[in-house]
């Protein structure tokens, strides 16, 4: 079939918008038509040239949901009509990953993931000239139809608004999921949250929703402390109004009874080094955790004194929230359902597929929080 699609040509260019063939699922696959997909700051890493694993001509976009309309043989969990989001972390339920318990990474097909290809090792999509255009994370949900892996969507309530719940397919269960899977933040803890953007304010609801008590968000844009606070942020600090962020966070956390302070947990939602080791140094000697969300260009390394580690810190890393997709995604769904978390107001901007570059534009510009393209 043809399909319109917004396809990342070249590093560092706008997506073009243009027909591309796409090829029916094959064993195992689902052709899915996506009604509703977010802009991540993820797609803009990779489209900047930044990712190590970025590939060109590919279709983008990971944050999407749509409805199932062909299955390929010997799929039997989802039906053509089912609404799905697709996964960019799949569930496969059968890999030493996922039935170790110990991780949502499954493996099972990571390899050719990377490569921007289907399991099988090639990729459905081309040019009208008939030229392999790659998949992205699995998902190219850039694109109005996409084929997906049977593993890699999860099946969730049809009475869900396409245009909101895309936004489970990444920045809303990495940020909740980072608290409670990866952190497992207990009532009254003390957070630190950097950067608060898409990720850092799901980071913060998530926090509302486990019981912490002192909720501090770092960033550059002080036009991001309004929507914070209504999402739960308690204190807000700009690095660039203070002369030290770690010592401004530990006296803000320091009590008379404990006059070492310090976050028990923090979360990384920048993607940039220099505010993780900041985001792990500012957290309590003897059990502060940091959580490290943000994604880090080619050759970027983090560094800090062993000393902080020595001394009871913990570095930890994040993907997907530690969700497992086909498990957990649904639920999300529900508690967006039940008005248990909040998602339409981080929605900022609604673009149509035409408009796409514009929502990069406004990430770049840190005047959105989500752009959704709705087909
Ligand atoms: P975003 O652009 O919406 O938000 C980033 C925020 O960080 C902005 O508000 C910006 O002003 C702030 N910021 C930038 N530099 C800063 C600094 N030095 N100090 C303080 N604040 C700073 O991006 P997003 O969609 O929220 O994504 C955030 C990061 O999370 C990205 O790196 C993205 O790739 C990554 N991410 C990771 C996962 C995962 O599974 N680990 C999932 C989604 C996104
Ligand atoms: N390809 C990059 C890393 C990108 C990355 O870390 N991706 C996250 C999801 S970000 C979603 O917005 C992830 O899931 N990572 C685990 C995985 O298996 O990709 C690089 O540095 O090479
Ligand atoms: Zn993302």
């Known amino acids: 079939m043809r399909t319109r699609a917004a396809v990342a040509v070249q590093a560092g260019k706008p997506l073009e918008i243009m027909e591309v063939n796409l090829a029916g699922p094959k064993a195992g696959e689902v052709l899915v038509e996506i009604k509703a997909t977010g802009i991540c700051h993820t797609d803009e890493f990779t489209l900047s040239g930044a990712d190590p694993e970025g590939l060109f001509p590919a279709i983008l976009g990971h944050e999407g949901a749509g409805v199932v309309v062909e299955v390929g043989p010997g799929v039997t969990s989802v039906k053509p009509g089912d609404h799905v989001i697709p996964l960019y ?170 006059k070492i302070g310090g976050a028990d947990y923090s979360f990384d939602c920048t993607g940039n080094v220099k505010v993780m080791r900041d985001a792990l140094e500012c957290t309590h000697r003897g059990w502060g955790q940091s959580i490290i969300i943000g994604v880090a260009p080619a050759g970027a390394e983090i560094s800090t004194r062993p000393f902080q580690l020595v001394t009871g810190r913990v570095w930890k890393g994040t993907a997907f929230g530690g969700a497992r997709g086909r498990t957990d995604v649904p639920k999300i769904v529900d508690w967006y359902m039940e008005g248990k978390i909040e998602i339409d107001s981080m929605i900022t901007h609604k673009l149509s597929l035409d408009e796409i570059n514009k929502g990069f534009d406004l990430m770049h510009a840190g005047e959105s929080i989500r752009s959704v393209v709705v087909y």
Do not use: W
């Open 89 to 258: 972390t799949p569930e496969c339920r059968a890999c030493p990953s996922c039935l170790s318990q110990k991780t949502n990474l499954c493996t099972a097909i990571r390899g050719t993931q990377g490569q921007g290809l289907m399991p099988d090792g090639t990729s459905r999509f081309s040019t009208l000239d008939g030229d392999p255009i790659l998949h992205y994370m699995g998902c190219s949900t850039f694109s109005n139809y996409t084929v997906l892996p049977e593993i890699a969507v999860a099946k969730v309530r049809e009475d869900a608004p396409f245009d909101k719940i895309c936004y489970i397919g990444c920045g809303v269960t990495t940020g909740i999921g980072a608290v409670i899977n990866t952190a497992k933040v207990e009532i009254g803890a003390k957070a630190v949250v950097f950067g608060l953007g898409g990720i850092g304010l799901n980071v913060i609801q998530g926090l509302r929703l486990a019981g912490a008590d002192m909720i501090i968000g770092v960033d550059l844009n002080p036009g991001k402390k309004e929507m914070a606070e209504k999402f739960g942020m308690t204190h807000f600090v700009n690095p660039k109004e203070c002369e030290n962020v770690v010592q401004e966070i530990v006296n803000l956390t320091k009590t008379p009874f404990d």
